[in-house]
């Protein structure tokens, strides 16, 4: 079933609204630039798992777009990373963000694989 225009913008909606409570929770729990990694490796862990996994379109918006997107923080990375740069160094900078990079790509991959390999 394909979601109508609305349905999908109020699943993105509130899947947003949870990514982002949740996003800001995790914020609470993790101090600094920590928060940003374990934001980033959780949601690309989730996202691998909902793009592997054989859900709809309807549970693909709320859960990938809406809460993964909300959930995961590049714009927190890119300002980690700035101010990493300033405050530390560009080579310190650049080991911040090969970190998040890798862990978020790590995690894509293990939560893909493991979805994958549970329904197939």
């Known amino acids: 079933m394909t979601?109508?225009?609305?349905?999908?913008?109020?699943l993105v909606g509130v899947g947003g609204?949870?990514?982002?409570?949740?996003?800001?929770?995790v914020g609470i729990r993790v101090e600094g630039r920590r928060s940003v990694l374990v934001v980033n490796a959780l949601g690309s862990f989730a996202l691998g798992a909902v793009s592997a996994a054989p859900i709809g379109s309807t549970?693909?918006?709320?859960?990938?777009?809406?809460?993964?997107?909300?959930?995961?923080?590049?714009?927190?990375?890119?300002?980690?990373?700035?101010?990493?740069?300033?405050?530390?160094?560009?080579?310190a900078a650049a080991t911040v963000a090969a970190s998040n990079l890798a862990a978020a790509l790590a995690a894509f991959l293990l939560g893909s694989l493991l979805v994958a390999e549970s329904v197939g």
């Open 3 to 10: 979601a109508s225009p609305l349905l999908a913008t109020a």
């Open 59 to 91: 549970a693909a918006l709320l859960l990938g777009v809406g809460f993964c997107g909300a959930f995961t923080t590049f714009s927190s990375f890119a300002v980690g990373t700035v101010r990493a740069a300033s405050e530390t160094g560009v080579r």
């Open 17 to 25: 609204a949870l990514g982002a409570v949740s996003r800001h929770a």
